[in-house]
């Protein structure tokens, strides 16, 4: 094909919003209100302990602890649930390179490799292609949720959830007018935040906002440094914290059961490294492997294989702190036709990539053995950089429908990058048809996350299954 071929056969910008608009004669936009009846579905518990199948059982328990606290921590563990609920609704087809859980907790102030702080998404273990409608969907249940868990009334919890939506879906248009570079180049920096923020809050919010960024840039590597690692006669170390954080030499008893383990990080760590750019690989050749740990993160997350990495440059006052974490198969993989990796943090790594503006300059994949000899995909990145992390149960109705507002735009500009942003908002127009039944969505979904969590609490109490609180 002749490159003046290739280029009179790309669809024009007419015939893109026509594929767009014509996608609701599959999906009217109405329809994005309506669930399949509960009667339809998998039991959520075995869903959960089909996952948890997998983890280290010994990890298990604190992850059925964590979901049991609250119905907004029972959603963020319940992925899979939710997976197996949307996978079966007819779907738009208009494709992008999904979060995969993208709750309101996964958006959050980060470094860019600039060192400015950004607005962005910060969790991609279920990354995959599929409808954008999913994870918009997901994101919106979760104000919901989390709008309940405060108190308030379901006229604000569905300000927040239109608010969200209605983001989403005016940024879309606005990306469907920019050139292709310049939707790649769009970032939520604090400059473009500080200017929504002095023209939407008052004073007092404002001042929080500004104290939440401050914060934001000293969670740097070197304060978890200082939090989680120790002087010992053997020089800096990882200072045990069982079981949520358990140095690799208080896991193995053998002396050379444990070197052996040590060979296998390193390993682990070279794979790594070579799957990193040749200046990256020469920044990273100027640190050395002092110590490994074990560490329980998150919620979902709880019971994958993760490490924290300590290296060390010039001096013990020069630290690096990677996270390796183990990549499984996301939970959307049965529910999409989407590319295949043979490695899962290869389709991690690819899919933070493409969406988030600015990606850690240490993110990177790798294969390794763990303590069971099985063989498992990793990704790695810096363990913490700048990350500012919201607070919903401290926020008042006003501020969770900000809140929205910017995870709502943030998720576009993501979904703007690797799909259609001009068939997409064809497909979504400039009524708030699609917002409204987002909303009706959103509280369907919250009654029904309400039921499944108290599926796991009864599970629990029965003895079924075996929890534990940290």
């Not at 026509?18 to 669930?35: E, K, M, Q």
């Not at 919890?157 to 007018?177: D, I, K, L």
């Not at 002396?255 to 799957?275: F, I, K, M």
């Not at 969406?355 to 303590?371: C, E, K, P, R, Y």
Request: glycine residues 8%; contains cysteine; positive net charge.
């Amino acid at each position: 094909m002749t490159v003046a071929h290739a280029v009179a056969a790309w669809p024009s910008p007419a015939e893109r919003a026509a594929y767009g608009r014509n996608a609701r004669r599959r999906v009217p936009r109405s329809a994005h209100s309506r669930l399949e009846a509960d009667t339809t579905r998998p039991d959520p518990v075995l869903v959960i302990e089909r996952q948890s199948a997998a983890r280290l059982p010994e990890l298990v328990p604190i992850r059925y602890g964590r979901m049991i606290e609250s119905p907004f921590r029972f959603y963020r563990g319940a992925a899979a649930i939710m997976a197996n609920d949307l996978g079966p609704l007819p779907d738009t087809g208009l494709t992008v390179q999904l979060c995969g859980d993208a709750h309101l907790l996964n958006f959050r102030l980060l470094a860019s490799p600039e060192r400015r702080l950004v607005f962005d998404i910060n969790d991609f273990d279920e990354t995959m292609a599929g409808p954008f409608e999913w994870d918009v969907k997901r994101l919106a249940a979760s104000f919901a949720i989390a709008g309940r868990a405060n108190g308030f009334s379901v006229k604000e919890q569905n300000s927040a959830v239109g608010a969200c939506v209605n983001a989403y879906r005016q940024r879309m248009r606005e990306f469907a007018g920019m050139r292709a570079l310049d939707v790649w180049y769009a970032q939520d920096d604090a400059d473009r935040l500080r200017e929504l923020l002095v023209s939407s809050m008052g004073k007092r919010a404002r001042r929080r906002t500004a104290d939440a960024t401050a914060r934001a840039r000293t969670r740097t590597h070197l304060q978890a440094f200082a939090q989680l690692t120790r002087d010992t006669a053997e020089g800096r170390r990882i200072a045990p914290d069982p079981p949520l954080v358990t140095p690799l030499r208080d896991l193995v008893t053998d002396a050379s059961h444990g070197q052996g383990e040590q060979g296998r990080v390193e390993a682990l760590l070279d794979g790594y490294a070579a799957n990193l750019s040749s200046e990256r690989r020469h920044l990273l050749r100027q640190y050395h492997l002092a110590d490994v740990a074990r560490k329980v993160v998150g919620v979902g997350s709880v019971g994958t294989r993760c490490w924290i990495l300590l290296l060390l440059g010039r001096d013990d006052d020069d630290p690096l702190l990677l996270q390796a974490k183990e990549a499984q198969e996301s939970v959307l993989a049965e529910h999409t036709d989407g590319d295949r990796y043979d490695n899962q943090g290869r389709r991690v790594v690819a899919g933070q990539r493409l969406i988030q503006t600015t990606s850690d300059i240490f993110l990177g994949w790798t294969h390794g053995v763990g303590l069971d000899g099985q063989a498992r995909d990793f990704y790695v990145r810096q363990l913490r950089d700048w990350k500012g992390i919201a607070r919903p149960d401290t926020m008042d109705s006003g501020l969770l429908r900000l809140f929205g507002q910017l995870c709502g735009a943030c998720l576009a500009r993501a979904h703007a990058r690797s799909g259609d942003p001009v068939a997409i908002a064809a497909y979504l127009g400039g009524s708030d048809r699609f917002d409204r039944a987002l909303t009706t969505f959103a509280q369907s979904y919250a009654d029904r996350n309400e039921r499944d969590y108290e599926a796991l609490r009864s599970a629990v109490r029965s003895g079924r299954i075996r929890a534990k609180s940290l």
